[in-house]
């Protein structure tokens, strides 16, 4: 390539139209605390969403450890998590002074295993904390009938989830609680950002205070909180790419349907499937490398970084094997997330990549196989 392709490469709205939709600051100056476009946003997301209610955050993982710390867990309390996922939704949790208990994920799709959860369950156990991956979504109804047997709260990662629908409800509305990402790599962006979906106006409320340092007036700080807010630039940045969402998703599925179509005959070239069928929004192309293909993953890595293509082993290496857990986890049974850890490549997929890029990494990676 001549030039780099990157795994991702952000959407963005016509540069006039964003520079025209900012000009009302520089009158009010209100750049924050929940200012007139954080509050659009907010209704207009609720709508595309199809949730109860939204609450944006200054960031996906301020989002999740706040949601988390809403519930009130007690200290040192267990959470059941996955580790094949990035690093935010462990230290969300590890952040709010709990114990995560890693689960080991699924073959097809790399979603939680719900057929390994229960054994996990202990008298100190409170909850489970799900991550949507790649836009494939874990077993709900599975992951529901376990929580309501032992009295779990569910709070789902939905940060690659973004416009995804289940049996035509938003996939927001599952769980007790669930969490969106609106970095600038994601399918939908507010440059930075995140959201909790509230389930009604106490929790909403609730979310306020935490990402607001609890402060209900000038004079009344009824709580302890963070500073979670979205700022107006964000706000303005996300109003902007809403109305181009649907053109940018189509442009994802094409590409992701000839990558698809390109690589399903490439022997050790694995596709994942997702294991529950939903809509999808095309969030991502990984593929894992196995044996049959004749190089290993790294391998693999490094021959497209040869030419100019910059693929993300993501996610390597797994959340419970990072080194700031310092080996704690690693007697933990997680052979299936270690297995595609190792396995994974996230090819570039993005709004403008184009034809000709797709077929010429698909062609360094099936002249590559020794298989064929």
Same mark, same amino acid.
């Not at 390109?262 to 694995?270: E, K």
């Given at each position: 390539?001549?030039?780099?392709?990157?795994?991702?490469?952000?959407?963005?709205?016509?540069?006039?139209?964003?520079?025209?939709?900012?000009? /009302?600051?520089?009158?009010? $100056?209100?750049?924050?605390?929940?200012?007139?476009?954080?509050?659009?946003?907010?209704?207009?997301?609720?709508?595309?969403?199809?949730?109860?209610? *939204?609450?944006?955050?200054?960031?996906?993982?301020? =989002?999740?450890?706040?949601?988390?710390? @809403?519930?009130?867990?007690?200290?040192?309390?267990? #959470?059941?998590?996955?580790?094949?996922?990035?690093?935010?939704?462990?230290?969300?949790?590890? $952040?709010?002074?709990?114990?995560?208990?890693?689960?080991?994920?699924?073959? @097809?799709?790399?979603?939680?295993?719900?057929?390994?959860?229960?054994?996990?369950?202990?008298?100190?156990?409170?909850?489970?904390? /799900?991550?949507?991956?790649?836009?494939? !979504?874990?077993?709900?109804?599975?992951?529901?009938?376990?929580?309501?047997?032992?009295?779990?709260?569910?709070?789902?990662?939905? =940060?690659? =989830?973004?416009?995804?629908?289940?049996?035509?409800?938003?996939?927001?509305?599952?769980? +007790?609680?669930?969490?969106? @990402?609106? &970095?600038?790599?994601?399918?939908? &962006?507010?440059?930075?950002?995140?959201?909790?979906?509230?389930? +009604?106006?106490?929790?909403?409320?609730?979310?306020?205070?935490?990402?607001?340092?609890?402060?209900?007036?000038?004079?009344?700080?009824?709580?302890?909180?963070?500073?979670?807010?979205?700022?107006?630039?964000?706000?303005?940045?996300?109003?902007?790419?809403?109305?181009? !969402?649907?053109?940018?998703?189509?442009? $994802?599925?094409?590409?992701?349907?000839?990558?698809?179509?390109?690589?399903?005959?490439?022997?050790?070239?694995?596709?994942?499937?997702?294991?529950? *069928?939903?809509?999808?929004?095309?969030?991502?192309?990984?593929?894992?490398?196995?044996?049959?293909?004749?190089?290993?993953? +790294?391998?693999?890595? $490094?021959?497209?970084?040869? &030419?100019? *293509?910059?693929?993300?082993?993501?996610?390597?290496?797994?959340?419970? +094997?990072?080194?700031?857990?310092?080996?704690?986890?690693?007697?933990?049974?997680?052979?299936?997330?270690?297995?595609?850890?190792?396995? #994974?490549?996230?090819?570039?997929?993005?709004?403008?990549?184009?034809?000709?890029?797709?077929?010429?990494?698909?062609? *360094?990676?099936?002249?590559?196989?020794?298989?064929?």
């Amino acid at each position: 390539m001549d030039k780099p392709i990157y795994v991702t490469r952000s959407s963005m709205p016509p540069y006039e139209e964003f520079i025209e939709a900012i000009k /009302p600051l520089w009158e009010s $100056r209100w750049l924050t605390n929940m200012g007139k476009y954080h509050q659009q946003l907010e209704k207009e997301l609720q709508d595309y969403l199809d949730v109860p209610l *939204i609450s944006l955050t200054v960031n996906g993982h301020t =989002a999740l450890e706040l949601v988390i710390q @809403s519930f009130g867990f007690p200290e040192g309390s267990e #959470v059941i998590t996955t580790p094949f996922t990035f690093v935010s939704t462990t230290h969300a949790i590890v $952040r709010n002074h709990l114990e995560p208990v890693f689960c080991d994920v699924k073959e @097809s799709d790399g979603t939680i295993d719900e057929k390994k959860i229960e054994e996990l369950i202990t008298p100190k156990t409170v909850a489970i904390v /799900p991550v949507h991956v790649y836009g494939n !979504i874990c077993n709900i109804e599975k992951i529901k009938e376990i929580a309501d047997k032992y009295s779990l709260k569910v709070i789902y990662d939905a =940060a690659h =989830a973004f416009g995804i629908k289940y049996h035509n409800k938003g996939i927001g509305n599952y769980g +007790d609680a669930a969490i969106f @990402s609106f &970095h600038a790599t994601k399918v939908f &962006h507010t440059i930075e950002g995140g959201a909790v979906v509230c389930k +009604d106006q106490d929790m909403y409320s609730k979310m306020y205070d935490l990402k607001d340092f609890g402060i209900r007036n000038e004079e009344l700080t009824a709580s302890v909180g963070a500073n979670g807010k979205m700022n107006e630039f964000s706000a303005i940045m996300g109003l902007c790419n809403l109305k181009y !969402i649907d053109e940018v998703l189509n442009a $994802r599925k094409k590409s992701y349907e000839l990558y698809s179509q390109l690589l399903s005959d490439v022997p050790g070239i694995r596709i994942p499937k997702p294991d529950v *069928i939903a809509t999808r929004n095309y969030a991502y192309f990984p593929i894992f490398v196995e044996k049959k293909y004749g190089k290993n993953r +790294d391998e693999l890595h $490094r021959l497209l970084a040869e &030419h100019n *293509i910059y693929s993300r082993k993501y996610f390597y290496p797994l959340t419970a +094997d990072q080194a700031c857990f310092k080996n704690r986890y690693k007697n933990a049974n997680l052979k299936m997330a270690r297995q595609l850890s190792n396995q #994974v490549i996230v090819l570039p997929l993005f709004e403008d990549l184009q034809v000709k890029q797709i077929d010429s990494i698909a062609k *360094i990676i099936k002249d590559n196989s020794i298989s064929l």
